[in-house]
């Protein structure tokens, strides 16, 4: 990858560097004229652009305890117009017979679960099939039904092997979750909880100064899921088998930092408010925590609370309107992008293959013969890269780009912007297939 050198060593520093006062500060002070150039706009056409997240965890699951309200709340305030529910699924079908869906506060909710085995399906009650089965056995079941499957965590298949799977429609190209834990994420938190109490007050007062900020400091390229979704469309070209790009949110709100005063010692809790550790009274000095009856909170944050976790990252789907059929068929036809929201509203952005036989959006196909021609166009200025087979092809720094193609291939696009010195990608499209 040419750019990954433009990108700082964000890889090779910890965490906890990065959740200084400095850094984020400078991740603030970076990101501010990147979202004031962008110039949103309602897309032209048949298409809206709707935000739509694709990965989201509510009290259905063991490990959240989000409600609804919180989610469709966070999701209006994001911009994110749909959500789709991917539960840990339970044999006693909670998730389904409970599933948030249909119109919550303004935002449309679908039913769905993650399968432990790495795999998200929504529309898949018309199969048989149990949690505890393999995504093997799962995908064989969906087959022929009208269930829609996507790869979860795609980081964790990294053998050939893992993929030689029946036809699932696509998978993750970003997860937010994988990104935290390849920062070593837990064990920072870990550290955190028990760390010296002035170094966690200090800690915590910097998180909640720069939420956002200190939620998009886990992002590393997830270099190799881009490569291994390239090789997937690219190999599948002779069968048109195509793998759709997703981002997933992989929103909880389970990820924080409680510190409560019992009787004699003090407790930590997890995000799930669950103890932790305990430690002795005598380190929290009152004049800089206060009240240390029992019960007193001294200390709480929530690192990824809904409203940071959707707004962070999501999928624009390009649909007819936002109902569950017109977000399907737009999901099932790859005519949609992965975009870093919380850097720049995307809006308006545009990657389309003009032919002599009319545009082709992303996701669909063309022929040489239609004479196509390749047009982006960000909503301000950005580098784009255009990617043939996986390979950058071109590279324009204005947000504009115009280019005939004279080879058959896959075709995506990627936008990136500067942040300071340092390049960082906005936008991810699915590929225009060129036969
Ligand atoms: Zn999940």
């Not at 039913?111 to 393999?134: F, H, Q, Y």
Request: aromatic share 8%.
């Amino acid at each position: 990858m040419i750019l990954a050198a433009a990108v700082p060593a964000l890889a090779a520093e910890s965490l906890l560097e990065r959740l200084t006062d400095t850094y984020l500060a400078a991740l603030r002070r970076q990101a501010r004229p990147v979202r004031q150039a962008a110039r949103p706009t309602p897309r032209t056409g048949n298409w809206e652009d709707v935000r739509t997240v694709l990965h989201a965890h509510s009290g259905l699951s063991h490990d959240s305890r989000g409600t609804a309200e919180e989610l469709a709340a966070a999701a209006k305030a994001a911009g994110v117009r749909a959500v789709f529910m991917t539960e840990h699924p339970t044999p006693d079908r909670r998730w389904w017979n409970e599933g948030l869906r249909g119109d919550i506060g303004g935002v449309l909710f679908v039913r769905g679960a993650e399968l432990s085995s790495g795999l998200l399906v929504w529309r898949s009650d018309g199969a048989n099939w149990t949690p505890e089965m393999s995504a093997r056995d799962v995908l064989t079941r969906l087959d022929g039904t009208a269930g829609v499957s996507f790869i979860a965590h795609p980081e964790l298949k990294t053998a050939d092997a893992d993929w030689d799977l029946p036809a699932f429609h696509g998978m993750e190209i970003y997860n937010t979750h994988a990104d935290a834990l390849d920062n070593n994420y837990e064990q920072t938190l870990n550290s955190l909880r028990t760390n010296n109490p002035l170094r966690t007050l200090t800690l915590v007062n910097t998180l909640k100064k720069y939420p956002r900020e200190a939620f998009a400091a886990i992002f590393d390229e997830q270099t190799g899921v881009l490569q291994r979704w390239d090789r997937l469309n690219v190999e599948g070209q002779a069968r048109r088998r195509r793998v759709i790009g997703i981002a997933a949110n992989d929103a909880h709100s389970n990820v924080g930092i409680t510190v409560v005063a019992a009787d004699t010692d003090v407790e930590i809790r997890d995000g799930l408010d669950a103890v932790v550790s305990r430690t002795a009274k005598s380190r929290f000095p009152p004049l800089l925590f206060g009240d240390l009856s029992r019960g007193s909170v001294l200390l709480s944050h929530r690192f990824d609370p809904y409203p940071i976790s959707l707004g962070y990252v999501s999928t624009h789907l390009l649909a007819a309107a936002v109902t569950e059929e017109d977000l399907f068929s737009a999901l099932l036809a790859g005519r949609a992008y992965v975009a870093f929201d919380w850097l720049a509203d995307p809006s308006g952005f545009r990657f389309a293959a003009e032919t002599a036989a009319g545009p082709v959006e992303m996701g669909g196909e063309t022929q040489l013969t239609q004479q196509p021609r390749l047009v982006a166009q960000a909503n301000m200025p950005c580098v784009l890269r255009l990617l043939r087979n996986g390979e950058e092809l071109q590279r324009v720094e204005q947000g504009e780009l115009t280019a005939p193609v004279t080879q058959a291939g896959v075709y995506r696009l990627e936008a990136w912007v500067r942040l300071g010195e340092t390049l960082r990608p906005w936008i991810y499209t699915n590929p225009i297939y060129v036969r």
